[in-house]
């Protein structure tokens, strides 16, 4: 169910529809496997059997690593869970495909058939390998891997019919009555990953794979026609993606699939099969150079992008967080924490990016986060995984090892492509539970290597009782995980469907099934904010006193913590003490609300110092506490803040505004106007520099100057109100009354009822 589902899973219920769902799909199948296989041996076989690889303790080393790293995390609860929108870095999802490691190489056959008869002796080579009992196994690689193709199959089917637009044309002929979900009328939909370029990435991996079952696996005509018809689908797909490491996987890992076999002469008798290798080899290389954007005129190249930072920004930031200190340096940041990584340690040429403002949740590719999160021991533990796993393949491609064990190449050629795609890609819950299903299914097929460890309770009576009552203890902690998860799920559905009048009242049904997840609570903080604002804006007479003070109640203690009626409320700083987004939100609570809560200027600055430690390199940060520092009086700190802000982005258009407002603070107008000119003249259609700049010539008493500048706002932007306003209070000073007349009416209009314009009309009139 697993092999089939994961691929194609995806539900509309939630925030996010994929990875979500495909990490409770894991851990739910997973885990109850997991208690099956060990309930079978305890209950009913009476006996305990492992099988044991040289890969184990790789793999065990490197989950531990993953357990003391989020342990020691900077962002436990995201360490734990995953971070919020990604979902697929989470340590229990890592764990659930640890444990899937171990069912496959426990519970995975070559045949599928009982390899051993109940009444004679063994019935082929592999009692005499790996010791296996007199039991019946019932799951084949053969089984798993046609399983996979079948699965990958409908996922190709349904990526086809997104990409022409048919679930919207089927939805348009029933007259909208078929009811799909959102998500699925979106051209760039396939169930396998939240993203075009990352189904490009699982193909490519896929591809491979089916190349090394082509190559080494007779089949018959009709299997022969099904996987011609799966590889040239897949490769029609690759090629309207055209996502370059996707090209990358896919010519890279087969290119080393053919150094080692040309190497070991593993087809010196049939050297012909490797032309298919080859031929793909050369349609990867070819289109690593053809560029499908030429061809946007045909409809189907014209999709959007997914935005990946580059390799340099993400190699920068993951050795900036394993330097940081000696626990980062043994552990990283922690599991599911590279947004951490990113705003600490992103370098300051990246605000020349277009995407500057983007906190990227992950890396360009999986080695640098690991890096980053798990520090050098997670990544030294990871190619420890792969060099070994690796060195034993080197072996077992040679002609005489692989008689019993036909799908070792294409496991192979797979898992070459998975290692090149993580240097060039980042890992999904699709491109993870790959890796681990190949990793099991290639150390079934190893057979030698593999031994097997048997305590039966027939000797020790009392063992059969200990193990019941661990299993039953296991049994009431899985089923504890259950009740949890389903409330966690419970409480996304209920934030995915926030909006409108009940917003608020279904965050914070979110926040209440889940008060671990630190996102809810600053979408709660941010949201009671909105309320503060709006009703504060009213006139004072019109003002509910009231809700206005408990809203900022809510606020602050959402973003911070507190109590409310009964309850204790941890906050999104007390749950996430280092994510930027929490104490930037906190700050920007108290800077909002300044006028109504006595201390708010100072809970301002010292949030924002704080969200700065978090994200050195972000100049809206240091221009927003610049700003804080000139309403506390500090201009000098005010305009360090400025400076800082300009250094980081030269072409940061507020700081600048914002420095040049303190030199008028200072008194030195000339200069203030000097530097807000330059700015219009860099940036000749910026509204906020042209208003900025009327006032400052209003103020020094150019009026005839100002109106111009006012004049320019109101032609790029004519609904801008302050600068009608502007104009009106320009005009009045120069008695052309029936001009300051007209804008102060078009004041009226776009903010009706406001009452001082109300009153400035009337006494000009």
């Given at each position: 169910?697993?092999v089939?589902?994961?691929?194609?899973?995806?539900?509309?219920?939630?925030?996010?529809?994929?990875?979500?769902n495909?990490?409770?799909?894991?851990?739910?199948?997973?885990?109850?496997?997991?208690?099956?296989w060990?309930?079978?041996?305890?209950?009913?076989?009476?006996?305990?059997?492992?099988?044991?690889?040289?890969l184990?303790?790789?793999v065990?080393?490197?989950?531990?690593?993953?357990?003391?790293?989020?342990?020691?995390?900077?962002?436990?609860?995201s360490?734990?869970?995953?971070?919020?929108?990604r979902?697929?870095?989470?340590?229990?999802?890592l764990l659930?495909?640890?444990l899937?490691?171990?069912?496959?190489?426990?519970?995975?056959s070559?045949?599928?058939?009982?390899?051993?008869d109940?009444?004679?002796?063994?019935?082929?080579?592999?009692?005499?390998?790996?010791?296996?009992?007199?039991?019946?196994?019932?799951?084949?690689?053969?089984?798993?891997?046609?399983?996979?193709?079948?699965?990958?199959?409908?996922?190709?089917?349904?990526?086809y019919l997104?990409?022409?637009?048919i679930?919207t044309?089927?939805?348009?002929?029933?007259?909208?009555?078929?009811?799909?979900?959102?998500?699925m009328?979106?051209?760039?939909?396939?169930?396998?990953a939240?993203?075009?370029e990352?189904?490009?990435?699982f193909l490519?991996?896929f591809t491979?794979?089916?190349?090394?079952?082509?190559?080494?696996c007779?089949?018959?005509?009709?299997?022969?026609?099904?996987?011609?018809?799966?590889?040239?689908?897949?490769?029609?797909?690759?090629?309207?993606?055209?996502?370059?490491?996707a090209?990358?996987?896919?010519?890279?890992?087969?290119?080393?699939?053919?150094a080692?076999?040309?190497?070991?002469?593993?087809?010196?008798?049939?050297?012909?099969?490797l032309l298919l290798p080859?031929?793909?080899v050369?349609?990867?290389?070819?289109?690593?150079?053809i560029d499908?954007?030429?061809?946007?005129?045909?409809g189907i190249?014209?999709?959007?992008k997914e935005?990946?930072?580059?390799?340099q920004?993400?190699w920068?930031?993951?050795f900036?967080?394993?330097?940081?200190?000696?626990?980062?340096?043994?552990?990283?940041?922690?599991?599911?924490t590279?947004?951490?990584d990113?705003?600490?340690?992103?370098?300051?040429?990246?605000?020349?990016?277009?995407?500057w403002?983007?906190?990227?949740?992950r890396?360009?590719n999986?080695?640098?986060?690991?890096?980053?999160?798990?520090?050098f021991?997670g990544?030294?533990?990871y190619?420890?995984?792969?060099?070994l796993?690796?060195f034993?393949?080197?072996?077992?491609?040679?002609g005489?090892?692989?008689q019993?064990?036909?799908?070792?190449i294409?496991?192979l050629?797979?898992?070459?492509?998975?290692?090149v795609?993580q240097?060039?890609?980042?890992?999904?819950?699709?491109?993870?539970?790959f890796?681990?299903?190949?990793?099991?299914?290639?150390?079934?097929?190893?057979?030698?290597?593999?031994?097997?460890k048997?305590?039966?309770?027939k000797?020790?009576?009392?063992?059969?009782l200990?193990f019941?009552?661990?299993?039953i203890?296991l049994?009431?902690?899985?089923?504890g995980?259950?009740?949890f998860?389903?409330?966690?799920?419970?409480a996304?559905?209920?934030?995915?469907?926030?909006?409108?009048?009940e917003?608020?009242?279904?965050?914070?049904?979110?926040?209440?099934?889940?008060?671990y997840?630190?996102?809810y609570?600053?979408?709660?903080g941010r949201?009671?904010l909105?309320r503060?604002?709006?009703?504060?804006q009213?006139?004072e007479?019109?003002?509910?006193?009231?809700?206005l003070?408990t809203?900022?109640?809510?606020?602050?203690?959402?973003?911070?913590?507190?109590q409310?009626?009964?309850?204790?409320?941890?906050?999104?700083?007390?749950?996430?003490p280092?994510?930027v987004?929490?104490?930037?939100?906190?700050?920007?609570?108290y800077?909002?609300?300044?006028?109504?809560a006595?201390?708010?200027?100072?809970?301002?600055?010292k949030?924002?110092?704080?969200?700065?430690?978090?994200?050195?390199?972000?100049?809206?940060?240091?221009?927003?506490l610049g700003?804080l520092?000139?309403t506390?009086g500090?201009r000098?700190?005010?305009?360090q803040?400025?400076?800082?802000?300009?250094?980081?982005?030269?072409?940061?258009?507020?700081?600048?505004?914002?420095?040049?407002?303190?030199?008028?603070?200072?008194?030195?107008?000339?200069?203030?106007?000097?530097?807000v000119?330059?700015?219009?003249?860099?940036?000749?259609?910026?509204?906020?520099?042209f208003?900025?700049?009327?006032?400052l010539?209003?103020?020094?008493?150019?009026?005839?100057?100002?109106i111009?500048?006012?004049q320019?706002?109101?032609?790029?932007m004519p609904?801008?109100?302050?600068?009608?306003?502007?104009?009106?209070?320009?005009?009045?000073?120069?008695?052309q009354i029936?001009?300051?007349?007209?804008?102060?009416?078009?004041v009226?209009?776009l903010?009706?009822?406001?009452?001082?314009?109300?009153?400035?009309?009337?006494?000009?009139?």
């Amino acid at each position: 169910m697993l092999v089939f589902l994961l691929p194609l899973f995806f539900l509309p219920f939630t925030f996010e529809a994929f990875e979500f769902n495909k990490q409770y799909l894991l851990f739910f199948l997973v885990s109850l496997a997991f208690f099956s296989w060990l309930a079978k041996m305890v209950l009913v076989d009476k006996e305990i059997r492992f099988k044991r690889s040289p890969l184990d303790i790789f793999v065990l080393a490197f989950l531990f690593i993953a357990i003391l790293s989020a342990v020691f995390s900077v962002d436990k609860s995201s360490s734990l869970f995953g971070f919020y929108g990604r979902f697929s870095d989470g340590l229990i999802g890592l764990l659930s495909l640890g444990l899937l490691y171990f069912l496959i190489t426990n519970n995975v056959s070559l045949s599928g058939k009982p390899l051993i008869d109940a009444d004679k002796e063994p019935i082929n080579a592999e009692k005499k390998s790996a010791k296996i009992s007199n039991k019946s196994v019932l799951i084949s690689v053969n089984g798993l891997i046609r399983t996979l193709m079948w699965s990958v199959f409908f996922v190709i089917i349904f990526s086809y019919l997104s990409i022409f637009s048919i679930w919207t044309q089927i939805d348009n002929m029933l007259g909208g009555n078929l009811h799909l979900p959102t998500v699925m009328l979106q051209r760039i939909f396939n169930p396998a990953a939240g993203s075009m370029e990352g189904l490009a990435v699982f193909l490519a991996v896929f591809t491979t794979l089916l190349a090394g079952v082509m190559v080494t696996c007779g089949k018959k005509k009709a299997g022969n026609v099904f996987l011609w018809l799966l590889l040239l689908l897949s490769l029609g797909l690759l090629v309207i993606i055209d996502f370059t490491p996707a090209w990358l996987a896919l010519s890279g890992g087969l290119i080393l699939f053919l150094a080692i076999v040309l190497w070991r002469r593993t087809f010196k008798e049939n050297v012909n099969k490797l032309l298919l290798p080859i031929i793909l080899v050369i349609i990867g290389g070819a289109f690593l150079f053809i560029d499908m954007s030429n061809f946007e005129h045909l409809g189907i190249f014209q999709m959007p992008k997914e935005q990946v930072i580059s390799q340099q920004v993400s190699w920068t930031t993951g050795f900036g967080s394993a330097t940081e200190g000696v626990k980062s340096g043994f552990l990283g940041s922690g599991v599911g924490t590279f947004n951490y990584d990113f705003a600490k340690f992103k370098p300051v040429s990246f605000n020349e990016n277009l995407l500057w403002q983007i906190r990227f949740d992950r890396a360009g590719n999986y080695f640098a986060e690991l890096l980053g999160t798990m520090g050098f021991l997670g990544i030294l533990s990871y190619l420890g995984l792969i060099g070994l796993f690796l060195f034993i393949s080197w072996y077992m491609v040679s002609g005489s090892q692989m008689q019993n064990s036909k799908y070792q190449i294409p496991l192979l050629m797979a898992f070459l492509a998975l290692i090149v795609s993580q240097f060039v890609y980042y890992q999904n819950t699709t491109l993870a539970f790959f890796f681990w299903l190949i990793l099991g299914l290639s150390v079934v097929n190893w057979q030698k290597p593999v031994r097997e460890k048997t305590i039966s309770f027939k000797d020790f009576p009392e063992l059969s009782l200990v193990f019941s009552a661990l299993l039953i203890v296991l049994g009431l902690v899985i089923l504890g995980m259950y009740f949890f998860a389903a409330n966690f799920y419970l409480a996304d559905i209920s934030y995915k469907s926030a909006a409108g009048n009940e917003r608020i009242q279904k965050v914070e049904k979110a926040a209440g099934l889940n008060p671990y997840q630190s996102q809810y609570k600053i979408v709660l903080g941010r949201d009671y904010l909105a309320r503060v604002l709006q009703e504060n804006q009213k006139p004072e007479e019109q003002k509910d006193q009231t809700l206005l003070s408990t809203d900022v109640h809510l606020a602050i203690t959402y973003g911070k913590g507190g109590q409310i009626g009964r309850n204790v409320i941890k906050g999104a700083t007390e749950l996430s003490p280092n994510r930027v987004a929490a104490w930037e939100t906190l700050g920007m609570i108290y800077r909002d609300i300044q006028g109504i809560a006595t201390g708010a200027l100072e809970w301002a600055i010292k949030s924002f110092e704080k969200a700065i430690t978090l994200e050195p390199a972000n100049p809206v940060l240091h221009t927003e506490l610049g700003k804080l520092y000139l309403t506390s009086g500090n201009r000098e700190k005010g305009m360090q803040e400025f400076s800082k802000a300009q250094q980081l982005k030269p072409d940061y258009i507020d700081a600048s505004i914002q420095l040049a407002l303190a030199y008028e603070a200072e008194g030195n107008t000339d200069e203030a106007i000097r530097q807000v000119e330059n700015l219009a003249n860099t940036y000749p259609l910026n509204v906020e520099v042209f208003f900025q700049l009327g006032r400052l010539y209003f103020n020094a008493n150019r009026v005839d100057d100002a109106i111009l500048q006012f004049q320019a706002v109101t032609i790029l932007m004519p609904n801008h109100s302050n600068a009608h306003y502007s104009l009106g209070v320009a005009y009045q000073k120069k008695g052309q009354i029936s001009k300051a007349i007209e804008e102060y009416e078009k004041v009226l209009e776009l903010n009706p009822g406001n009452q001082d314009v109300q009153e400035k009309l009337q006494q000009l009139r």
